[in-house]
Nanobody
Framework: QVQFVESGGGLVQPGGSLRLSCAAS????????MGWYRQAPGKKRELVAA????????NYADSVKGRFTISRDNAENMVYLQMSSLKPEDTAVYYCNALIGLRSAIPQFGSWGQGTQVTVSS
């Protein structure tokens, strides 16, 4: 079955950095565009970064553009999110999922991992 295991979150001060990792399994990873989503308390889950199946193109939400970088390793079925210049408004639980397309926020699969908590606070 499809599984996602996110890790790398934590508490960081404003301006700090974190690198999130997502291990995917149960599907042919290299065939799918992938994305990182986040959900803050009381808010809907939103897509913040996306990458094509080959890793040759990316797309970002305006709120994170220039600060976050998505990457992938198809040999290891991993997708990463490097976050820098973090702000308190980046506080959320972060999830990964496959996408139906690079410019679509719709997840490919209905199953989600447990997510990884990112808290930006001084």
């Amino acid at each position: 079955q499809v599984q996602f295991v996110e890790s790398g979150g934590g508490l960081v001060q404003p301006g700090g950095s974190l690198r999130l990792s997502c291990a995917a399994s149960g599907f042919t990873f290299s065939r799918y565009d992938m994305g990182w989503y986040r959900q803050a308390p009381g808010k809907k889950r939103e897509l913040v970064a996306a990458i094509t199946s080959a890793g040759d193109s990316t797309n970002y939400a305006d709120s994170v553009k220039g600060r976050f970088t998505i990457s992938r390793d198809n040999a290891e079925n991993m997708v990463y999110l490097q976050m820098s210049s973090l702000k308190p408004e980046d506080t959320a639980v972060y999830y990964c999922n496959a996408l139906i397309g690079l410019r679509s926020a719709i997840p490919q699969f209905g199953s989600w991992g447990q997510g990884t908590q990112v808290t930006v606070s001084s």
